[in-house]
């Protein structure tokens, strides 16, 4: 998924906090405050050591600053644990707020856009680098906000006391710094490396997992399992590298910058023996040095986080940038449920091969319509297609007289019923799975719509009846039963037009026979769509179009095929021989 847009990566963030922005500004100011608050007892010690020099034996003058700089060191931590509560409530609701409009654009994505991204890749990004976030916006935005403008406060100050010595305290600053920008110059790069090493991973383990099944079969542990331990390995030699290189210029910088006593101290003796430096001036600023430091420390430990969010926000901008399906918010005109495709072409993105070439078919409303042809001569793109699930590159299609483009998203699901060969079956109970097709059907209408389809028996026979968790994508039911329920699904769904893109490819001989019939009663004065896994299931249909090589090679009945199409004739005879043609 790739985005043109190349704006800034805080601009970016900025259009990701949203409404949050004036808690994270609120958050801010009491970092300011709480970091201020605790800069306050490095001048209360200052002060009662000037005192102590000047042999000041007032107890409660001792006691005043005592308390001034126990009162710092309280507002400090009262003032974070407020900043770090609000930064916090903003950066959940900010999380929430960018995973649901990360879910929401899936729904209005191409399909091929999805299939072609590894499902690792989207859980890692939705998942893993959103999380990644908490980090910057909960933390970074306040505490680094804060822990630079009070050592600018303070360098301040020290200027107003003694210009030159505040020159003095800022020399192992930058030398510090020039350590820190030779690993910075390069962790940007590293950092995007190392997310690509975690997403091989991660699509390393999720295809080991999804695939344990055949490793087992086939006896493949020892391949399979190679190809995962590399990916792992990777990982982590990646990162281990990548922190063995960081490790002697981030050793340099953390033990150059805080060494301004090696500057403070010496300069500031000469000054002061010079007399132009008083004790009391000289004693403030070693004390205020030792706070300057500290924060522009604690500051540079976001470093991370700073490197990390360009790549972070690219990612979850590529999602959310990504082109969508062409479908406006209000619904258009519809008359009647034809269906019209104009001189469509279509090509999947990821290969740029065009696959459909100028298909122009008419499907008429309450009629049974197969498609047959060899594998991959773009059936199930057609059904695809007209199912709303892409947008064709190339001519129109058009539904109940309106272009599918201009049919909202509400209309096209309300109309279109689409079960394929692999449905997919939520963690949940079959009843609910079922009730998928019409979420505010009664328990009652669930089971009228599993007895239509052959699948009251079955479900009945398990443990729970209809209440049976079915497992992850369906996993503790087989092919035929998953089948069998998606069908009754989309039948609850009561959709004008049904699209079966080879519904039935798992079921027997005997079962098929049965959901046929059942579905031949329920299709009664709706338009039926069949992708065929047997020619013998659509020899009655209304109309037949032959699809080879991308192009409608013919169409018309069973018996006007038979007596007009060469490669009909072939499929027809290879399937009442019992040949293992590729008829689906």
């Given at each position: 998924?790739?985005?043109?847009?190349?704006?800034?990566?805080?601009?970016?963030?900025?259009?990701?906090?949203?409404?949050?922005?004036?808690?994270?500004?609120?958050?801010?100011?009491?970092?300011?405050?709480?970091?201020?608050?605790?800069?306050?007892?490095?001048?209360?010690?200052?002060?009662?050591?000037?005192?102590?020099?000047?042999?000041?034996?007032?107890?409660?003058?001792?006691?005043?600053?005592?308390?001034?700089?126990?009162?710092?060191?309280?507002?400090?931590?009262?003032?974070s644990?407020?900043?770090?509560?609000?930064?916090?409530?903003?950066?959940?609701?900010?999380?929430?707020?960018?995973?649901?409009?990360?879910?929401?654009?899936?729904?209005?994505?191409?399909?091929?856009?999805?299939?072609?991204?590894?499902?690792?890749?989207?859980?890692?990004?939705?998942?893993?680098?959103?999380?990644?976030?908490?980090?910057?916006?909960?933390?970074?935005?306040?505490?680094?906000?804060?822990?630079?403008?009070?050592?600018?406060?303070?360098?301040?100050?020290?200027f107003?006391?003694?210009?030159?010595?505040?020159?003095?305290?800022?020399?192992?600053?930058?030398?510090?710094?020039?350590?820190?920008?030779?690993?910075?110059?390069?962790?940007?790069?590293?950092?995007?490396?190392?997310?690509?090493?975690?997403?091989?991973?991660?699509?390393?383990?999720?295809?080991?997992?999804?695939?344990i099944?055949?490793?087992?079969?086939?006896?493949?542990?020892?391949?399979s399992?190679?190809?995962?331990?590399?990916?792992?390995?990777?990982?982590?030699s990646?990162?281990?590298?990548?922190?063995?290189?960081?490790?002697?210029?981030?050793?340099?910088?953390?033990?150059i910058?805080?060494?301004?006593?090696?500057?403070?101290?010496?300069?500031?003796?000469?000054?002061?023996?010079?007399?132009?430096?008083?004790?009391?001036?000289?004693?403030?600023?070693?004390?205020?040095?030792?706070?300057?430091?500290?924060?522009?420390?604690?500051?540079?430990?976001?470093?991370?986080?700073?490197a990390?969010?360009?790549?972070?926000?690219?990612?979850?901008?590529?999602?959310?940038?990504?082109?969508?399906?062409?479908?406006?918010?209000?619904?258009a005109?519809?008359?009647?449920n034809?269906?019209?495709?104009?001189?469509?072409?279509?090509?999947?993105?990821?290969?740029?091969?065009?696959?459909?070439?100028?298909?122009?078919?008419?499907?008429?409303?309450?009629?049974?319509?197969?498609?047959?042809?060899?594998?991959?001569?773009?059936?199930?793109?057609?059904?695809?297609?007209?199912?709303?699930?892409?947008?064709?590159?190339?001519?129109?299609?058009?539904?109940?007289?309106?272009?599918?483009?201009?049919?909202?998203?509400?209309?096209?699901?309300?109309?279109?019923?689409?079960?394929s060969?692999d449905?997919?079956?939520?963690?949940?109970?079959?009843?609910?799975?079922?009730?998928?097709?019409?979420?505010?059907?009664?328990?009652?209408?669930?089971?009228?719509?599993?007895?239509?389809?052959?699948?009251?028996?079955?479900?009945?026979?398990?443990?729970?009846?209809?209440?049976?968790?079915?497992?992850?994508?369906?996993?503790?039911?087989?092919?035929?039963?998953?089948?069998?329920?998606?069908?009754?699904?989309?039948?609850?769904?009561?959709?004008?037009?049904?699209?079966?893109?080879?519904?039935?490819a798992?079921?027997?001989?005997?079962?098929?026979?049965?959901?046929?019939?059942?579905?031949?009663q329920?299709?009664?004065?709706?338009?039926?769509i069949?992708?065929?896994?047997?020619?013998?299931?659509?020899?009655?249909?209304?109309?037949?179009?032959?699809?080879?090589?991308?192009?409608?090679?013919?169409?018309?009945?069973?018996?006007?095929?038979?007596?007009?199409?060469?490669?009909?004739?072939?499929?027809?005879?290879?399937?009442?021989?019992?040949?293992?043609?590729?008829?689906?």
């Amino acid at each position: 998924m790739q985005t043109s847009k190349k704006e800034n990566p805080l601009v970016r963030l900025g259009n990701l906090i949203g409404a949050q922005k004036s808690g994270y500004g609120i958050s801010v100011l009491l970092a300011v405050l709480g970091v201020t608050a605790g800069i306050v007892p490095y001048f209360a010690v200052a002060k009662m050591i000037v005192a102590l020099l000047t042999e000041n034996s007032e107890i409660y003058f001792y006691m005043i600053w005592c308390g001034v700089a126990a009162g710092g060191y309280l507002f400090k931590v009262l003032f974070s644990i407020w900043s770090t509560s609000m930064s916090h409530s903003a950066t959940y609701l900010v999380l929430k707020d960018i995973r649901k409009r990360m879910l929401t654009k899936l729904t209005k994505l191409p399909m091929g856009v999805i299939l072609d991204t590894p499902s690792g890749n989207l859980k890692s990004t939705i998942v893993d680098r959103v999380e990644g976030l908490e980090t910057t916006l909960a933390h970074m935005i306040p505490e680094l906000s804060a822990n630079v403008l009070v050592p600018i406060i303070l360098i301040i100050y020290v200027f107003v006391l003694d210009w030159r010595m505040a020159l003095v305290t800022l020399i192992t600053l930058p030398l510090g710094m020039c350590f820190l920008m030779i690993m910075f110059r390069t962790y940007p790069a590293k950092y995007e490396g190392s997310v690509i090493a975690s997403k091989k991973m991660n699509d390393a383990v999720v295809e080991y997992v999804g695939g344990i099944e055949v490793i087992k079969t086939f006896n493949q542990n020892a391949k399979s399992y190679q190809k995962y331990a590399d990916a792992v390995t990777y990982d982590a030699s990646y990162y281990y590298n990548w922190m063995k290189s960081c490790q002697w210029p981030m050793a340099a910088y953390t033990a150059i910058c805080p060494a301004t006593l090696l500057t403070v101290l010496p300069v500031g003796l000469l000054f002061y023996l010079g007399g132009s430096l008083a004790v009391a001036d000289f004693i403030q600023i070693i004390i205020v040095s030792l706070g300057i430091i500290g924060p522009i420390l604690a500051a540079s430990n976001y470093m991370d986080s700073i490197a990390a969010m360009g790549t972070i926000v690219g990612e979850i901008f590529a999602i959310l940038d990504a082109g969508e399906l062409i479908r406006p918010e209000n619904d258009a005109p519809m008359n009647g449920n034809g269906i019209e495709l104009k001189d469509v072409t279509f090509s999947y993105h990821k290969t740029g091969e065009e696959i459909l070439h100028g298909i122009n078919l008419s499907i008429q409303p309450e009629t049974v319509n197969a498609f047959v042809g060899p594998s991959g001569s773009g059936k199930s793109t057609i059904a695809k297609l007209i199912a709303g699930f892409w947008d064709v590159e190339g001519g129109d299609i058009q539904f109940g007289g309106s272009s599918l483009k201009k049919l909202s998203q509400k209309q096209i699901s309300e109309n279109i019923a689409y079960v394929s060969q692999d449905n997919y079956l939520f963690d949940d109970t079959i009843l609910e799975n079922i009730r998928m097709g019409k979420q505010n059907a009664t328990d009652e209408e669930v089971i009228a719509a599993a007895k239509a389809v052959g699948c009251d028996a079955f479900i009945r026979g398990l443990e729970n009846g209809y209440h049976t968790r079915v497992g992850g994508s369906g996993s503790h039911l087989s092919g035929g039963e998953r089948q069998r329920i998606a069908i009754a699904r989309a039948m609850l769904k009561n959709a004008p037009v049904i699209i079966l893109d080879e519904a039935t490819a798992y079921l027997d001989p005997e079962n098929e026979a049965v959901i046929q019939t059942a579905i031949a009663q329920l299709v009664k004065g709706k338009t039926l769509i069949v992708i065929a896994h047997r020619l013998s299931t659509i020899v009655n249909s209304d109309q037949i179009f032959v699809v080879h090589n991308g192009l409608i090679e013919n169409h018309g009945t069973h018996e006007e095929l038979l007596s007009k199409c060469a490669l009909y004739q072939q499929m027809w005879n290879a399937h009442v021989g019992g040949k293992d043609g590729e008829t689906a």
